[in-house]
């Protein structure tokens, strides 16, 4: 980061879908309550604006603002031509280690409501640092080849330093590098405005899902097939097992405090293929929480065994006798099908 940073100032790179003014990144911070339009985030998270270039310092100006009111938790929005590259990355970094969500838009006329935005250029190096990254409907997001302003431009061993460490960032931030290749063939001047699937395709917005991560392991003779996935709303997992021919499938999400009551009120378990909720058997285990987790063990119906060959994803669901949800996550399953197939063809055996 040191060598990036020496880098950029020697080169004064700048990456904007137009030209750089005297206009510094205006700053909005509403605190939690304010709204209850914000996904459920009353009461526990800030909301952030952030509008206009990006600016020398605007990092920093962040970071004291968060210091100053002791933000914990937030999400940030962003709306903004570009500015500097690297003050873009400061940002990025700053709202990883945070642990934010950003999201694509602008703050609405009364203040503390959104609409679709746009983020272009060193907007969107500070735009991947979320953990969680969102577009309002209607947003853009656009990205153009890096420019230097100094002499400095000319020399190609610098700028392939330069774009050594930007790939290098991107992979942190776990995006597909082709955004890089994405940027490199448009002119300094040129934005490309990413399509929907470009988005999703390169993991430049994640709709609040993080990868998921499968694993098989023993234990005490058994063998296990789980699978995991962080999202917005919490981490869930799955866990299935072979016993007497049988698939068992467990359950566990993380669940408050409180959740006793919740569980005792649970009147109807499912597993879901996708968006479709199948009901569960009896659980032979009942469900219980320690440890702040929530899980219940089940024997899964051949129709159901069959049905987790072909899904694209798998997950639970528990409704509550108020028709409410306690508890509902899925795991997608990506490229471990055959590795899913292969698991139920023993089980079987």
Same mark, same amino acid.
């Given at each position: 980061?040191?060598?990036?940073?020496?880098?950029?100032?020697?080169?004064?790179?700048?990456?904007?879908?137009?030209?750089?003014?005297?206009?510094?990144?205006?700053?909005?911070?509403?605190?939690?309550?304010?709204?209850?339009?914000?996904?459920?985030?009353?009461?526990?998270?800030?909301?952030?604006?952030?509008?206009?270039?990006?600016?020398?310092?605007?990092?920093? /100006?962040?970071?004291?603002?968060?210091?100053?009111?002791?933000?914990?938790?937030?999400?940030?929005?962003?709306?903004?031509?570009?500015?500097?590259?690297?003050?873009?990355?400061?940002?990025?970094?700053?709202?990883?280690?945070?642990?934010?969500?950003?999201?694509?838009?602008?703050?609405?006329?009364?203040?503390?409501?959104?609409?679709?935005?746009?983020?272009?250029?060193?907007? !969107?190096?500070?735009? #991947?640092?979320?953990?969680?990254?969102?577009?309002?409907?209607?947003?853009?997001?656009?990205?153009?080849?890096?420019?230097?302003?100094?002499?400095?431009?000319?020399?190609?061993?610098?700028?392939?330093?330069?774009?050594?460490?930007?790939?290098?960032?991107?992979?942190?931030?776990?995006?597909?590098?082709?955004?890089?290749?994405?940027?490199?063939?448009?002119?300094?001047?040129?934005?490309?405005?990413?399509?929907?699937?470009?988005?999703?395709?390169?993991?430049?917005?994640?709709?609040?899902?993080?990868?998921?991560?499968?694993?098989?392991?023993?234990?005490?003779?058994?063998?296990?097939?789980?699978?995991?996935?962080?999202?917005?709303?919490?981490?869930?997992?799955?866990?299935?097992?072979?016993?007497?021919?049988?698939?068992?499938?467990?359950?566990?999400?993380?669940?408050?405090?409180?959740?006793?009551?919740?569980?005792?009120?649970?009147?109807?378990?499912?597993?879901?293929?996708?968006?479709?909720?199948?009901?569960?058997?009896?659980?032979?285990?009942?469900?219980?929480?320690?440890?702040?987790?929530?899980?219940?063990?089940?024997?899964?119906?051949?129709?159901? #065994?069959? /049905?987790?060959? !072909?899904?694209?994803?798998?997950?639970?669901?528990?409704?509550?006798?108020?028709?409410?949800?306690?508890?509902?996550?899925?795991?997608?399953?990506?490229?471990?099908?055959?590795?899913?197939?292969?698991?139920?063809?023993?089980?079987?055996?």
């Amino acid at each position: 980061m040191c060598c990036l940073v020496l880098l950029l100032h020697l080169l004064d790179i700048r990456l904007a879908g137009a030209a750089i003014n005297d206009n510094s990144l205006s700053m909005e911070f509403i605190p939690p309550g304010t709204s209850s339009r914000f996904d459920g985030a009353t009461g526990r998270s800030w909301t952030i604006f952030l509008d206009g270039q990006i600016d020398e310092g605007a990092a920093e /100006r962040v970071l004291d603002e968060l210091a100053r009111n002791e933000i914990a938790s937030a999400r940030v929005y962003l709306n903004s031509p570009g500015g500097l590259l690297l003050e873009g990355m400061k940002l990025g970094r700053l709202i990883r280690q945070r642990g934010f969500s950003t999201y694509v838009g602008r703050q609405r006329e009364n203040g503390i409501d959104a609409i679709a935005g746009s983020c272009n250029s060193a907007c !969107v190096f500070a735009f #991947i640092g979320g953990v969680y990254r969102f577009a309002l409907p209607r947003s853009r997001i656009g990205v153009h080849r890096f420019s230097s302003l100094s002499p400095a431009d000319a020399d190609p061993d610098l700028v392939q330093m330069v774009s050594a460490a930007i790939v290098k960032y991107i992979q942190e931030m776990g995006v597909d590098v082709d955004l890089f290749d994405r940027m490199s063939r448009r002119g300094k001047e040129q934005i490309l405005i990413l399509s929907e699937k470009d988005l999703q395709q390169l993991r430049v917005v994640n709709a609040g899902r993080q990868p998921a991560e499968w694993s098989i392991q023993a234990l005490d003779g058994t063998l296990y097939l789980s699978g995991a996935q962080h999202t917005s709303s919490g981490l869930g997992s799955i866990s299935l097992s072979c016993k007497g021919g049988k698939v068992l499938f467990r359950p566990t999400v993380d669940v408050d405090d409180d959740a006793e009551a919740a569980v005792d009120s649970v009147v109807r378990h499912s597993i879901k293929f996708g968006n479709w909720l199948d009901p569960l058997a009896e659980a032979i285990e009942p469900m219980r929480v320690e440890d702040g987790h929530a899980s219940a063990l089940f024997v899964l119906g051949q129709e159901q #065994i069959g /049905r987790l060959r !072909v899904s694209a994803s798998v997950g639970y669901a528990a409704q509550l006798r108020d028709l409410t949800n306690f508890a509902n996550f899925s795991v997608d399953i990506g490229g471990n099908a055959e590795k899913i197939g292969e698991f139920l063809q023993n089980c079987e055996r």
